[in-house]
């Protein structure tokens, strides 16, 4: 007779560190207590032959709003889309909620709200604004997973975009504080500029939002963002970066040394500028997305290993603040609902279009996010010792995304109407079954506030945090 486990995961494609194995999976009390083959264990067992058991999806980029605009999306339903596309770990962005998570007991009221509703673990950004440098430290020791700032305006009144003086003397403090600052890319002078002359001219079009944004407003923020990265010594990510050129300038700047990580969108390798004009403003969003052999270039740049994580930036809203604009694509508000389909959609293209390995794979979609911000090695990668947080995905299964299906607040999404050929069948946070496909179903799950206090190392280098 075998141990006894909570949970074995049996005969499934194993998605280890550098290679794919047939392999079992032995869960105790959250954790992988074994790997190996043919086990004979006793426990509630999951069968998943001829499926991919990879890491849990590591979201580092969503918005869900509350508290204070629970009405666009909150931890609820949020939480309920992501575990149903795959994710076990989210980090929430510090605006759209109120108010905005840029002190502490905003960071508080945040994680409260999260622990209680959230159905898998979570860490929260906090933010840098004009206004808040004394508020940085002490967010820092409490456990934000970083800092995020805007170059360019929000979109959202509560949440200033950063001058020149705050991103230089918040770097400062970010980088004394061993954190990372989250960067939203884009020449607030270019963008605002352009959009005026365009709705100055009577043009609202979807061409005309897209070019009032170029690829060059991207590139010189990013160019920008780096000149103060090596006055200050901080570190960046780089979110949503949405053309190749911005990420030469980034994997130019990390050969000379600097510390800089950069995430893609699915929707900018999914999708391409015409998509706009095709599906309306629900595939809105800034940057915007790109033309088609922009959406290549990107690619290959993700096969190259330039970019380091997926994040998917669902930023949902009410469907009708997407509707009642359909004809002026500068009022429409900007942001796409995309984090259930986000590992599916990225696990399409780059497993049958552009071939990248599994181990690749899951280094985009967790392994790497767990390294930059903390989480490793209790996640982002299967292993022996590690949180059982993973997910099954079938890649046979040709899978259209419905309306129906979207768990999110208001189900709009560009993906509505897109196949995939995969389909996650499984989530499991923290050897809980949060997620399963037959039944069609998120269970009840008490999802962890992450709370990454950065800085302490053990001996082994591993770095240790305190959650
Ligand atoms: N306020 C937002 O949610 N903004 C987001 N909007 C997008 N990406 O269109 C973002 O990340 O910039
Ligand atoms: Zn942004
Ligand atoms: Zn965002």
Avoid at 13 to 36: F, P, S, Y
Avoid at 269 to 296: H, I, M, T, Y
Avoid at 387 to 404: M, R, S, T, W
Wanted: proline share 4%; glycine share 8%; charged share 25%.
């Amino acid at each position: 007779m075998g141990s006894n486990y909570d949970l074995i995961i049996k005969n499934g494609n194993v998605v280890l560190e550098n290679k794919v194995e047939t392999l079992d999976i032995a869960i105790k009390d959250g954790k992988i207590v074994q790997i190996g083959k043919h086990m004979d264990v006793k426990g509630e067992v999951i069968d998943a032959e001829n499926s991919f058991v990879l890491p849990g999806m590591i979201d580092v980029h969503v918005h869900f709003s509350e508290p204070g605009r629970e009405h666009w999306e909150g931890f609820v339903t949020g939480s309920h889309a992501l575990a149903k596309g795959g994710c076990t770990t989210f980090f929430d962005m510090p605006l759209n909620g109120i108010p905005s998570t840029i002190n502490v007991p905003a960071f508080h009221q945040k994680g409260f709200i999260g622990e209680e509703k959230s159905v898998i673990n979570f860490g929260l950004w906090g933010g840098l604004v004009p206004g808040n440098l004394e508020e940085l430290a002490g967010l820092a020791e409490k456990g934000v997973i970083g800092f995020k700032a805007f170059l360019s305006p929000t979109g959202t009144p509560e949440f200033e975009n950063v001058d020149d003086l705050t991103l230089m003397e918040g770097m400062k403090k970010i980088a004394k504080a061993n954190k990372v600052l989250a960067l939203h890319s884009e020449s607030g002078d270019l963008v605002s500029r352009l959009a005026e002359e365009k709705i100055s001219q009577g043009k609202f079009s979807a061409d005309d939002y897209s070019s009032s944004r170029p690829v060059i407003a991207e590139v010189e923020a990013v160019s920008r963002a780096l000149v103060f990265a090596e006055e200050t010594g901080c570190s960046i990510h780089f979110v949503h970066i949405s053309s190749a050129k911005a990420v030469d300038l980034i994997t130019e700047a990390k050969r000379k040394g600097l510390d800089i990580s950069v995430e893609t969108c699915p929707h900018y390798l999914w999708f391409n500028q015409s998509s706009l004009v095709d599906k309306g403003a629900v595939a809105k969003c800034a940057p915007p997305l790109r033309v088609e052999a922009e959406r290549k270039s990107l690619w290959e740049k993700v096969s190259l290993g330039e970019i380091d994580m997926i994040s998917s930036d669902h930023s949902p809203c009410p469907t009708e603040d997407k509707e009642k604009f359909a004809n002026d694509y500068f009022k429409a508000w900007g942001g796409i609902s995309g984090g259930q389909s986000s590992l599916e959609a990225f696990f399409d293209k780059a497993y049958y279009d552009y071939n990248l390995s599994l181990p690749q794979i899951a280094k985009l979609t967790a392994e790497n996010a767990a390294k930059r911000f903390g989480l490793f090695p209790d996640k982002g990668m299967i292993r022996e010792g590690s949180d059982a947080d993973l997910v099954i995905l079938n890649p046979d299964i040709n899978n259209q995304c419905k309306q129906e299906d979207l768990l999110y607040k208001h189900p709009h999404s560009p993906y509505v109407g897109e196949t995939f050929r995969c389909k996650v069948t499984h989530t499991i946070c923290h050897g809980n079954l949060v997620y399963e496909q037959l039944k069609n179903k998120v269970f009840n799950n008490r999802g962890k506030w992450l709370k990454v206090i950065s800085g302490v190392r053990e001996k082994n280098g591993e770095r240790f945090n305190e959650y």
